[in-house]
C-alpha cells in the first residue's frame, strides 16, 4: 500500500527520500519482480486505482528506461481499459431507460474513481421498488441477486445482466446502513451534476453529496478506506471546487456532520504522509473531527478504522441527531445496526460468512 501511495500521492515539493517509489524502487528497480508486480495489480485493482496506478508506474518505468517493466504496466492498463470500455454503455443504457420512463436516476460513486471504475456499477433513484425491478427485467433481462437483511434494510438491490461481469447496485429512496437517510437521499437527483465520459453524459452527486455519500460508506458502514477514497476527496478538496460551508450545513441536516469532518482530516492526515502537507481545510472543519490519520492503520488490503470506539462514537451521535429532530422512524432503523453487526460477526464466526446478513 505505501508503494501504491507513493505512486499517487506523492508531490514534487515533497522530500524525495520520503517517497516509498523513490526510495524502494527507482533504487532497486531491477528487484521488482513480475511477483510483486502482479501484486500490486491485485491491490490497485481491490482499491479501484489500476488506472491511475499503472499509468503513473508506467511513466517511471519509461523514465529508467526499462521496457520489460513499462511492458507489463501497459498491458493490464489495457486489460483495465477495455473492461472499463465494456462497463460504460451499460450504464448509459440503464440511466436512459429510466430517464425515459420518467425516473430521475444518478451514478452515485462508480465515477467518483473516474479514469478508473469500481468493482461493481452504483445508482441511485426515486422511482417506486416495483418500477425498478420492472425496469431492470423487461429491459436488460437482469435477475436480482439473494438480498441480505443490511440489503433489505438499506433499500437497495443487486442485479446481474447477461453479458456485464460486473453487478448493478441500485439504491432506491434511501441510504445509510440501514436506510436512515431517507431526506437526503430523496434530494440528490435535484442536486445532481452532469459528468462528460466520452460521448456520454451522466447525472452524479453534487460535490458536497459526494462526500457525504462517501462518509456513509467509509465511516457508518465498512469502516475501512479504499485508496481511491484518499485520492478522489484530495482531489476533489485539491481542486477548489468544494464548499465546504454548504457541506457542513447539509451534513449537520444528515446528522453527519462529525463523521463528515473526521473523514476530511483522515484524508488530509494520509495525504500528508506522502506531500509533506495534508490538505486545506478550513478550522471548522478539523475542530469538529473526532479523530484523524492517525488512528488508521493498513490490513487486509485496505486501510482500517478502529470502531471501538472511534466508529462507535461517530454512530452513537448520528443516533442521537436523528432523535433530537424525532426523526423515529429513521431512529428506529439505526438502532438495528448493533443487532445488524452482532449477528453478521456471530455468522462470520460459525460459518466464516456473514453472507444474508450484512
Aim: with cysteine; proline share 4%.
Amino acid at each position: 500500500m505505501e508503494v501504491l501511495s507513493g505512486l499517487l500521492l506523492s508531490s514534487e515539493s515533497a522530500d524525495p527520500s520520503g517517497s516509498p517509489l523513490r526510495s524502494g524502487w527507482t533504487r532497486n528497480w531491477a528487484l521488482f519482480s513480475r511477483k510483486s508486480f502482479d501484486g500490486l495489480v491485485s491491490l490497485a485493482s481491490a482499491n479501484h486505482v489500476v488506472v491511475r496506478g499503472l499509468e503513473a508506474l508506467r511513466c517511471h518505468a519509461l523514465e529508467a528506461r526499462d521496457g520489460e517493466r513499462a511492458a507489463w504496466a501497459a498491458d493490464a492498463l489495457a486489460n483495465e481499459r477495455a473492461r472499463i470500455a465494456h462497463a460504460i454503455p451499460y450504464l448509459r443504457d440503464i440511466c436512459h431507460a429510466f430517464v425515459r420512463a420518467g425516473h430521475p436516476i444518478i451514478v452515485i460513486k462508480s465515477l467518483d474513481h473516474w479514469p478508473d471504475l469500481g468493482s461493481d456499477l452504483d445508482l441511485y433513484t426515486n422511482a417506486p421498488p416495483p418500477e425498478v425491478l420492472r425496469l431492470m427485467q423487461t429491459q436488460f433481462e437482469a435477475r436480482t441477486e439473494a438480498r441480505s437483511w443490511g440489503d433489505r434494510l438499506a433499500g437497495k438491490w443487486n442485479f446481474l445482466i447477461p453479458g456485464l461481469p460486473e453487478s448493478v447496485e441500485i439504491h432506491v429512496g434511501r441510504l445509510g446502513q440501514t436506510g436512515e437517510q431517507v431526506r437526503f437521499a430523496a434530494a440528490l437527483p435535484g442536486r445532481a451534476r452532469s459528468m462528460a465520459i466520452g460521448q456520454n453524459t451522466f447525472l452524479v452527486p453534487a460535490n458536497s453529496d459526494r462526500l457525504m455519500i462517501s462518509t456513509l460508506q467509509r465511516m457508518y458502514r465498512h469502516f475501512y478506506f479504499r485508496l481511491c477514497d484518499i485520492v478522489d476527496s484530495a482531489s476533489l478538496v485539491d481542486s477548489g471546487m468544494l464548499d465546504f460551508g454548504e457541506l457542513c450545513r447539509e451534513a449537520r441536516a444528515a446528522g453527519i456532520w462529525e463523521g463528515v469532518a473526521t473523514y476530511l482530516q483522515i484524508v488530509s492526515d494520509y495525504v500528508g504522509r506522502f506531500r509533506g502537507r495534508g490538505l486545506a481545510l478550513p478550522r471548522f472543519v478539523t475542530a469538529s473531527a473526532r479523530f484523524g490519520g492517525e488512528q488508521v492503520y493498513y490490513a487486509r488490503q485496505f486501510l482500517r478504522i478502529p470502531i471501538l470506539p472511534q466508529s462507535a462514537g461517530l454512530y452513537g451521535s448520528q443516533l442521537g441527531g436523528l432523535l433530537r429532530k424525532r426523526e423515529i422512524r429513521s431512529s428506529a432503523r439505526l438502532g438495528l445496526l448493533p443487532w445488524l453487526a452482532t449477528a453478521a460477526a456471530v455468522g462470520q464466526r460459525i460459518t466464516g460468512s456473514d453472507k444474508g446478513i450484512w
